[in-house]
């Protein structure tokens, strides 16, 4: 089984950054895919961006391209998120998740382990 733990979140002031780091405990299959999500209170869950084993990486929404990069260091069993020019909007809970598949899936459907969250919050 695989244990994901994320870290990094916190408090910032809009335009800052944060690097949100997601590592994947007793990861023993180096091709899964890892996404990650976001969910802001009474919405949904939120696809930000996802990675494949060997370094392919697909994104989200437009408010996200061009502000966030996704990559992986299969060394260090971690996956980080750097997010830029963060804005309030960007408030919510990140989770990160694994995946058995082999393309990448832009739904929280086909994404078989999942982390407990940490909590992002911008401030203005």
């Known amino acids: 089984q695989v244990q994901l733990v994320e870290s990094g979140g916190g408090l910032v002031q809009a335009g800052g950054f944060l690097r949100l780091s997601c590592v994947a405990a007793?990861?023993?299959?180096?091709?899964?895919?890892f996404g990650w999500f976001r969910q802001a209170p009474g919405k949904e869950r939120e696809f930000v961006a996802a990675?494949?084993?060997?370094?392919?990486?697909?994104y989200g929404s437009d408010s996200v391209k061009g502000r966030f990069t996704i990559s992986r260091d299969n060394a260090k069993n971690t996956i980080y998120l750097e997010m830029n020019s963060l804005q309030p909007a960007d408030t919510a809970v990140y989770y990160c998740?694994?995946?058995?598949?082999?393309?990448?899936?832009?739904?929280?459907?086909?994404?078989?382990?999942w982390g407990q969250g940490t909590q992002v919050t911008v401030s203005s």
């Open positions: 998740a694994a995946s058995f598949r082999s393309t990448v899936v832009t739904t929280d459907r086909g994404y078989d382990y």
């Open positions: 007793r990861l023993t299959f180096s091709r899964f895919i």
């Open positions: 990675i494949t084993w060997n370094g392919g990486a697909t």
